[in-house]
């Protein structure tokens, strides 16, 4: 039986219907080993974070993505509850881990 995973790379995207001039893409590199649902739940902090600096900005073009990345950290933060309490076969740990957040 597997105890961890080795690696993970998880891509999140927002695709918004129509057409959207401004691009946002945001990396995060994980500096330790973290449970599948951890790395969701981190990626639902970050993206709560990313709508709140967001929401301050006072240019309507980035202020778009205040809602995208709210919706985001909602989604992300259902996804780690599902995988802990209905996909504990998959919650295991994971040495190396990184993530690419979009807004297209």
């Known amino acids: ?6 690696t993970s790379v ?7 219907v129509g057409k ?7 990396y995060v590199d994980f500096n330790g080993s973290l ?4 790395i969701y739940r981190s990626l639902g902090k970050a993206t709560d974070q990313l709508s709140k600096e967001y929401r301050k900005s006072g240019d309507d073009d980035l202020k778009q993505f205040a809602k ?22 998959y919650n295991k740990e994971i040495l190396t881990s990184t993530a690419l957040i979009l807004d297209d």
Do not use: G
């Open 10 to 16: 998880t891509v999140m995207s927002f695709v918004p």
């Open 68 to 89: 995208r990345y709210a919706i985001m950290a909602d989604e992300a933060n259902r996804l780690s509850r599902t995988i802990r309490n209905d996909l504990a076969e």
């Open 35 to 38: 449970t599948l649902s951890e």
């Open 1 to 6: 039986m597997m105890k961890a995973y080795n």
């Open 20 to 26: 959207t001039e401004v691009i946002s893409a945001e």
